[in-house]
């Protein structure tokens, strides 16, 4: 064993350990070279035994998960995660390397899921529920019942207030060398000192594990002798060598619930190792943990050579004396606290004085980048997988789409065909529940043969594929399957509409007959206005994404004619006799059918002409409410197809005194208000405006409280320098407003006459704008106005 190694311990070999925990990780190594067992066994589900060798593939590449889910139900399921600094991980990698059996011992993932599926609230089956980090909570209940940290017990013992400090001043800064088996020995005293007053500390489903944990090593005993290596949770050290007979354990395992379960390899992600990403068995800095596992020597000056490249990156100026500065003051900070290393606190500390200038903000982006990492796993091809996932990593090959954990984005150019492709994947990716990519807003363009998606894999992903994998084992096969269930089962015509445009985006030609027939009778029964004008825009969309990528919507097209002209039919009279939330709504209704309409063109002749023809019908009608009346009408002045003298007609009449208050600035409202650029058209008709003044100067007093919240939602979102020029034009009163054609007859707010010397002003940029000469070369200069030669020049 070595002089270092010292006395080994009677009996099998129980080397306690913190999940995650990288001086727990070196010093299993340690003592697997000291001891030289014949056999080990991991604290793991068992069904994970025939996945050992597949540990010492090149291509395994930790944080990678062991994954077990229900058979019968996918989405139950439970995760087992592994870093590089993990103690399983070592001990299974020190076992692959020496060709020693290794064997997982805690209780199968078949009871584990079972539990979980009879509504177990412990952490989710793959959360150790023994990790000696994982913070429990108190429960308020009877104090048998409470739930224990073990470290929080022992770091206060230890008189530290913070448990994380304790363990790395005890364990993560232990130096190498020594006795290889004293670590453990001395964890070992400790928890069972924990355990003899605080029992199984509330954790009772830990005594049904530790039994079934203890009849495996009596197994492997009985095969190799005391030669065997245990690494389990150091909680679970006093319990596996704590005397008890075979017939109490299996007592203790009898009636326990099963399900039919399977496991396999999935990559992991360190985001997810972290506590703050919600997985109950986290750390909080798993960067921080993997670099102090994977530094060969001086961890603090190789951790700060890192932040400042980071930060050098996001073009901060830091120096290599700023680095030597850092870490000289790590030192004197653990110094003064009496750590025997700087820990991460003492970095920190560090790194945001010296590096930073004392600000948290970049900070957050070394925690984001560097303490937690977007570091994420990789297993090999010949892991176990469902045959949905090995088509889509075929796919993510041929297409050269690699997931990454850290978000991206990624731009597509519809008219290629590898980005169509791509395209179509996450598409139906995205209909079958697996979130890869979000589609986001286009930066460069607004056409609709470009697409932008958010990409980000999580580890969890793989769950969705599985889950997925009911449908088909390809992705085209299973997202077809899987629209045309959606659309039997679709609640509203919206929610058919819906799936219709996302089978075009995914390019589902077997599954759209089956959607379209559902949509067309679902069309046919479905009378209501408000449901009709929501189904439209979806599928004027869907025609559009058909033409970008080539697709036949001869059907989609008749639908959506049939869903128009019923639209156009039932419009006037659903728009009678609303109160103002339903007028405020069906008024959105309007403008979705509208842009609908302006989209879908020529694609089916006639409809614009019906559709101006139904405006003027709601403009008119004195029993539609005033805010889809005023709507009506702009919308009809927008498309050219009413003069502005006939608005200002039209709003006069709606202003006059004879109108309720609350009726005049609904109309206000619907003409000028919801986004649709009306402060401009106030600014350019300044008739309008006059109107609009005129009219809110002669409300009475009485009723002007209640209409003053409508006017204020209509004009508060306007932009602050319209707001700013209709405020100075209704200071300047209507004669200053309209000048010279307030009294000659021009047209409102412009002169009868043009002023050339303002004319001339702007003459310059405009011969620039045109590539023309210099206005110093133009006719300006030779005594005549410039405006006549920028008339001539431009013919």
Same mark, same amino acid.
């Given at each position: 064993m070595g002089a270092a190694s010292g006395a080994r311990p009677a009996g099998p070999l129980l080397l306690g350990v913190r999940h995650h925990g990288p001086g727990s990780a070196r010093a299993v190594r340690a003592a697997l070279d000291a001891a030289r067992p014949r056999t080990v066994l991991i604290e793991g589900p068992p069904e994970a035994d025939a996945l050992v060798p597949l540990a010492g593939d090149e291509a395994m590449r930790p944080p990678v998960a062991l994954l077990a889910h229900a058979v019968d139900e996918p989405g139950r399921s439970a995760f087992w995660p592994l870093a590089e600094f993990s103690p399983e991980w070592v001990a299974l990698r020190w076992a692959v390397e020496h060709q020693v059996p290794a064997r997982f011992i805690d209780l199968p993932a078949t009871h584990t899921l079972a539990w979980s599926k009879d509504g177990d609230t412990e952490p989710e089956a793959g959360a150790r529920q023994e990790d000696t980090e994982?913070?429990?909570?108190d429960t308020g209940d009877a104090p048998a019942d409470v739930r224990v940290d073990p470290l929080a017990v022992l770091a206060e013992t230890a008189g530290y207030d913070d448990p994380e400090r304790w363990w790395e001043d005890v364990v993560e800064h232990r130096t190498a060398g020594g006795d290889a088996f004293a670590p453990f020995q001395g964890l070992e005293e400790a928890m069972a000192a924990l355990r003899e007053v605080y029992g199984s500390g509330g954790h009772d489903r830990d005594l049904v594990r530790e039994a079934y944990m203890r009849l495996q090593v009596r197994a492997a005993q009985r095969e190799f002798g005391d030669d065997v290596a245990v690494v389990c949770g150091a909680w679970h050290v006093p319990a596996l060598r704590r005397k008890s007979t075979v017939t109490a354990d299996k007592a203790l395992l009898k009636g326990l619930p099963k399900v039919k379960a399977e496991m396999t390899w999935v990559p992991w992600t360190h985001r997810r190792l972290a506590r703050a990403s919600g997985y109950g068995a986290g750390i909080d800095s798993p960067g921080w943990y993997g670099h102090l596992f994977g530094a060969p020597d001086r961890p603090v000056e190789r951790w700060m050579t890192k932040v400042a490249g980071l930060l050098r990156d996001e073009d901060r100026i830091v120096s290599s004396a700023h680095v030597i500065e850092a870490v000289r003051l790590a030192e004197t900070l653990a110094a003064m606290r009496g750590r025997p290393l700087p820990g991460l606190s003492e970095t920190t500390d560090a790194i945001r004085a010296v590096m930073c200038d004392g600000s948290d903000v970049p900070l957050e982006l070394i925690r984001d980048r560097l303490v937690v990492g977007d570091v994420l796993g990789e297993v090999p091809e010949a892991a176990p997988a469902v045959p949905l996932q090995r088509d889509l990593d075929r796919l993510q090959r041929r297409l050269r789409l690699k997931p990454e954990a850290l978000e991206r984005e990624l731009e597509l150019d519809l008219r290629r065909e590898n980005d169509a492709e791509r395209s179509r994947l996450l598409h139906r990716l995205r209909?079958?529940?697996?979130?890869?990519?979000?589609?986001? $807003?286009?930066?460069?363009? &607004?056409?609709?043969f470009r697409e932008t998606w958010r990409l980000r894999w999580e580890p969890e992903l793989a769950v969705r594929?599985?889950?997925?994998?009911?449908?088909?084992? &390809?992705?085209?096969?299973?997202? &077809?399957?899987?629209?045309?269930?959606?659309?039997?089962?679709?609640?509203?015509?919206?929610?058919?509409t819906a799936l219709a445009e996302r089978c075009l985006l995914a390019e589902l030609p077997d599954a759209l007959p089956v959607v379209m027939g559902v949509l067309a009778d679902r069309a046919a029964l479905d009378a209501d206005v408000g449901h009709l004008a929501q189904a439209l825009p979806a599928l004027v969309r869907s025609l559009r994404y058909g033409d970008v990528r080539g697709t036949d919507t001869g059907a989609l097209a008749e639908v959506a004619a049939g869903l128009a002209e019923r639209v156009f039919v039932g419009l006037p009279p659903a728009c009678a006799g609303l109160d103002a939330d339903a007028a405020d709504e069906m008024r959105r209704h309007v403008d979705a059918v509208h842009g609908a309409l302006g989209l879908l063109g020529d694609a089916v002749t006639g409809?614009?002409?019906?559709?101006?023809?139904?405006?003027?019908?709601?403009?008119?009608? #004195?029993?539609?409410?005033?805010?889809?009346?005023?709507?009506?009408?702009?919308?009809?002045? #927008? #498309?050219?197809?009413?003069?502005?003298?006939?608005?200002?007609?039209?709003?006069?009449?709606?202003?006059?005194?004879?109108?309720?208050? $609350?009726?005049?600035? $609904?109309?206000?409202?619907?003409?000028?208000?919801?986004?649709?650029?009306?402060?401009?058209?106030?600014?350019?008709?300044?008739?309008?405006?006059?109107?609009? #003044?005129?009219?809110?100067?002669?409300?009475?007093?009485?009723?002007?409280?209640?209409?003053?919240?409508?006017?204020?939602?209509?004009?508060?979102?306007?932009?602050?320098?319209?707001?700013?020029?209709l405020g100075e034009l209704v200071r300047r009163g209507p004669g200053e407003r309209q000048g010279v054609g307030a009294t000659g007859g021009g047209i409102p707010g412009f002169a009868d006459e043009l002023d050339i010397e303002r004319a001339d002003a702007v003459v310059p940029v405009v011969r620039l704008l045109l590539g023309l000469d210099g206005p110093e070369d133009g006719a300006a200069g030779r005594g005549r106005p410039a &405006?006549?030669?920028?008339?001539?020049?431009t013919g």
């Open positions: 994982d913070r429990r909570e209909l079958l529940g697996v979130a890869w990519g979000e589609p986001v $807003a286009s930066r460069g363009s &607004t056409g609709t594929v599985a889950e997925a994998g009911v449908w088909g084992t &390809t992705v085209l096969a299973a997202a &077809t399957a899987k629209a045309e269930a959606d659309a039997v089962a679709a609640q509203g015509l919206a929610d058919v409809m614009r002409p019906r559709w101006h023809g139904v405006l003027r019908v709601l403009s008119g009608r #004195d029993t539609v409410p005033g805010v889809i009346r005023g709507r009506a009408v702009r919308l009809l002045l #927008d #498309d050219g197809e009413l003069r502005q003298e006939d608005a200002a007609r039209l709003m006069g009449l709606a202003l006059s005194p004879g109108t309720p208050p $609350a009726d005049a600035a $609904a109309w206000i409202e619907g003409f000028v208000g919801g986004g649709s650029g009306g402060g401009m058209l106030l600014v350019h008709d300044e008739r309008l405006l006059g109107l609009v #003044d005129t009219w809110l100067t002669g409300v009475p007093a009485e009723a002007f409280t209640d209409v003053l919240p409508l006017l204020r939602r209509t004009f508060s979102a306007y932009e602050p320098g319209v707001r700013r020029t &405006t006549d030669d920028l008339m001539g020049a």
